[in-house]
């Protein structure tokens, strides 16, 4: 349990993972407090009573590897571009105060994603795959396996799937597939998983008020409110939205006519959707046995990168 809880605290403090002489903690401070007195999402030590070498130490030992627990893996890729001077330099600035010199403002660069279809909708490999406007078309193409279908003895064993992606925060944003689609997990997920109710890493970066200094994808205000409608069982009779549904002939009642559930806004992560991994998927570094030809309507720059799924969430149900 302590190691969990020291991986808490340094989970916020490693969005000074590119720290400069001219470079701040904002990013920490969201978490841990402008002077570092708080606890980081209730859970972490107060770093502004951890000495100078232990926060050292904790940012050297999740370096080479050796400290910590599940968030190794994690911590590990968010530390690997810091010097010694650097880690010295952000427990100074937490001690004094915590800030280190200030930055000279930047314009903002354009984010820089990755379109993860782009070999499989290539051009000229969907022309080459397109079997309706062959002539012919021989039955090694018809199957997934491209083999004789009639013996094994051509058949190539399965691709092993390879999950290995940069650590968090280290990597490349994936475009999202079609309008308001899950974006993608562009990172490593090792030491992440299981996601439970009770433990959930993912937590650390993309909650709203630490995901940009983190360069995170914020969780979406959608995440945040309960859609359900309210359910009860009053006086012998099933009741949603205060609209009594019934139970003629033993049917505990069809809900069809309720087109749309007051929305019940939360100060909290909707429970419902704490596993985070039922939409969102690592990516797997594999050539596809199939072309895609799937093209998105509507995908433009902006919602290459982000979500409006909370002002169309109710199209075509109102």
Known sequence: MKKIVSMMFMGSLLSVSTLSAGANLAGCKACHGANFERKAMGKSKVVA????????????????????????????????????????????????????????????????????????????????????????????????????????????????????????????????????APPMIPHSVDGLLPITANNNQCLGCHMPAVAKAMGATPIPPSHFMNYRPTTLFKDGELVKEGKVVGREKGDIGNVGDIKLAKVKKLDHLYQGRFNCTQCHAPQSKVDTVVGNTFQPDGLNDTLKSSSNLIDVINEGVK
């Open 49 to 180: 009573k951890m000495s100078h070498q232990a926060i050292v130490d904790a940012l050297k030992g999740y370096k080479d590897g050796s400290y910590g627990g599940t968030l190794k893996g994690l911590m590990r890729g968010q530390v690997s571009s810091l010097s010694d001077a650097q880690m010295e330099e952000v427990a100074t600035a937490i001690l004094s105060g915590g800030s280190t010199k200030e930055a000279t403002p930047t314009a903002p660069k354009k984010e820089k994603l990755e379109d993860i279809n782009a070999h499989v909708a290539d051009k000229a490999r969907l022309e080459q795959e397109d079997l309706g406007n062959k002539k012919v078309v021989t039955e090694s193409v018809l199957g997934l396996r491209k083999t004789d279908l009639y013996t094994e003895a051509t058949d190539t064993k399965p691709v092993k799937t390879d999950y290995s992606r940069p650590a968090p925060g280290q990597s490349t944003k994936f475009e999202r597939a079609y309008v308001n």
